[in-house]
């Protein structure tokens, strides 16, 4: 309802709206691979609404496509790796590549602290009202994909090494947030 208020490019609400179903269908779908090309969609489809007449510089999206393409990357890496787990289910080995490479699909899914470059230049580039529905509706269907895998799979969330990631994660982005808030405008 405020999008015509604002100065966001005219592809804001139909893009808007399907981003809005490929989340829906990342935080629904089973298995989780379906997920991570779900997400993948969604943002690609963020670059046409983050990016418009009034805004040229395509920066900002293409490399939120990038880290997206990345991280969907990882997680059908992982989701490869449960395949063959289950082909092969006395290799416990399997199971740790596998938490492996989900940790890092969400680490660059969540914009963790070396994979958060796309946040500025958007934020800098893009209108305002597309940069905080990206920034809150896309980040919250990710978070929400990474407690479905939480609650799905429990020798991801029974590995110790998993949330001791996500705190040195979280810890990261708390420290590098308060050193560098001096250089932001």
Do not use: C, K
Request: aromatic residues 14%; charged residues 10%; without cysteine.
């Amino acid at each position: 309802a405020g999008a015509p208020a604002t100065f966001v490019s005219r592809t804001f609400i139909p893009a808007g709206l399907a981003i809005l179903s490929f989340l829906v269908a990342t935080v629904l779908v089973q298995p989780f691979m379906y997920a991570a090309l779900f997400l993948e969609i969604a943002a690609a489809l963020s670059v046409f609404m983050l990016s418009g007449r009034e805004h040229r510089n395509t920066q900002g999206p293409l490399r939120l496509l990038v880290f997206m393409t990345l991280g969907g990357l990882f997680i059908l890496l992982a989701a490869w790796q449960l395949n063959s787990y289950q082909e092969n289910p006395d290799t416990v080995a399997i199971l740790g590549r596998a938490t492996i490479m989900l940790s890092i699909g969400f680490l660059i899914l969540l914009a963790a602290v070396p994979f958060h470059s796309w946040l500025p230049t958007v934020a800098q580039d893009a209108a305002p009202y597309a940069t905080a529905f990206i920034f809150s509706i896309m980040q919250a269907a990710v978070f929400l994909f990474l407690l479905d895998v939480f609650a799905q799979y429990s020798w991801f969330r029974g590995n110790p090494v998993v949330p001791s990631i996500l705190r040195v994660a979280a810890l990261a982005m708390v420290i590098v947030g308060g050193v560098f808030a001096f250089a932001q405008r």
